[in-house]
């Protein structure tokens, strides 16, 4: 990419803005997208315009919120008004939605009345609903046309719609009736109706549904759109393939910034402020800290203990470290099991006993190598080895199980089970084991 920048910035400076055109033209929307965001704001808005129509308004869509705010500053209500009409209405309310008012008033204004009305209807969908992520130019057809007909009509008016490969059928109260894919509509005798050969049986999202649960249907059945249709069972709008690849990768960099007790950030890293980065951080790591008082205050109930018998202090980070890996295993497990569906609320028995299972296989094994290791080391102390290996299995076991149950307890009090992840259940598992490793040296060593 760098050479190609320095190719394009050689190209402005010469003046040689044809041949600096038809570079453009034979480069992908994406890639001319990313281009445009490395150069200077003069080449940026100068590129931009060089742009035909229809290439603008895809490049555009491309582009991060901060370069369409830039360009949509520099360039005229005219030159507005064309990319507005370029674009899939569902890529026109994603960028509504991360600018500031006035440009938004901006925008608004120089679209079409019906454009407008569209957009002002998606807006005001939930945040995160399926209604806020799809696209309301889609294709239809009448359950009564010939195939003949039907082939017709999307010749004439399937232009404007995002996707045709699925075809709905609606009533003429824009009631789904069912759905037919092109390849069925041209392998069908032209004479034969459209509601004879279609599926009646339509797999179909809500209007108000979580954009999660969309995402995991067309990933199910292996969709390239689903219908989106309102609470009378109307045809509204369709969810593509793209939107779902978008809504997946934010929900799963959303889950990777809790699970590492950071509150998420919707900006690229690299584009975010050291300030906002810290504000992010700082309050889970207070928590963390403030937790983490807990595990002190542990150790100092227990100070007699290791005064008598300094050499347990020694396997402490040893169990604490096992028992918070071995929360994270299985947090992070369950966790991804709930974010694709394979786990669910009702499973919580099955997950416990699972992972109890699990835990005390793993445990055993654990135990035993750290009993045999002990007893090498330092001869004769059998009590001691007796002492620690027990601990490590407890731990390994208390850890496998609350890190396999937490992320279902966050999701019955409608949090986000990746906050459940290896920060916070490290914390509650080091002071449970610790307050389990002392009461068996005090148990077990009389101390």
């Known amino acids: 990419m760098k050479i190609i920048i320095e190719k394009f910035q050689k190209l402005i400076a010469n003046q ?93 204004a120089n679209t079409s009345p019906e454009s407008r009305n569209m957009m002002n209807q998606l807006l005001k969908y939930p945040e995160n609903s399926v209604g806020s992520i799809m696209t309301v130019e889609l294709f239809d057809l009448k359950g009564d046309l010939t195939v003949g007909q039907a082939i017709q009509r999307i010749r004439t008016k399937g232009d404007g719609s995002e996707l045709i490969y699925n075809c709905y059928v609606t009533d003429k109260q824009r009631k789904l009736e069912g759905v037919i894919t092109l390849r069925e509509l041209l392998t069908a005798n032209d004479d034969q109706i459209v509601s004879e050969i279609m599926t009646p049986d339509v797999i179909t999202a809500h209007t108000t549904e979580d954009q999660e649960e969309a995402a995991r249907r067309i990933m199910r059945y292996d969709f390239l759109a689903l219908p989106v249709v309102d609470g009378e069972g109307r045809l509204v709008g369709i969810v593509t393939v793209d939107d779902v690849m978008d809504v997946m990768e934010a929900e ?77 295993q299985s947090s992070t497990l369950i966790i991804r099991g709930m974010v694709v569906g394979e786990i669910t609320m009702g499973d919580w028995f099955k997950v416990f006993w699972k992972e109890l299972r699990v835990s005390l296989l793993v445990g055993s094994v654990l135990s035993a190598a750290n009993f045999i290791r002990l007893i090498i080391t330092y001869p004769g102390q059998y009590m001691m080895a007796l002492t620690v290996a027990l601990a490590m299995y407890a731990t390994v076991i208390l850890a496998k199980t609350v890190g396999g149950i937490l992320p279902m307890v966050a999701k019955l009090f409608k949090a986000d089970p990746a906050i459940m992840a290896s920060p916070l259940i490290t914390t509650i598992v080091d002071a449970i084991s610790l307050i389990i490793y002392f ?9």
């Open 252 to 328: 799963a960099t959303e889950d990777f910034e809790r699970m590492a007790a950071m509150t998420p950030s919707e900006k690229p890293y690299l584009k975010t402020s050291p300030l906002s980065l810290a504000n992010k951080r700082i309050g889970w790591l207070l928590f963390l800290m403030v937790s983490g008082m807990i595990t002190g205050g542990i150790l100092g109930k227990y100070e007699a203990a290791f005064a008598a018998m300094p050499l347990l202090v020694t396997f402490i980070p040893m169990l604490t470290d096992t028992g918070g890996n071995a929360g994270s």
């Open 439 to 447: 009461t068996l040296a005090e148990l077990l060593l009389g101390l």
């Open 16 to 108: 040689e803005m044809t041949k600096l055109r038809e570079e453009l033209l034979r480069m992908n929307e994406v890639d001319a997208a990313d281009l445009i965001e490395q150069l200077d704001t003069e080449q940026t808005i100068l590129v931009f315009r060089l742009l035909p129509k229809g290439l603008a308004a895809e490049v555009f869509s491309n582009l991060e919120s901060e370069a369409q705010q830039l360009i949509i500053s520099a360039i005229t209500d005219t030159e507005l008004s064309r990319i507005m009409d370029g674009l899939f209405m569902d890529d026109a309310v994603d960028m509504l939605e991360e600018m500031p008012a006035n440009v938004v008033k901006r925008v608004l």
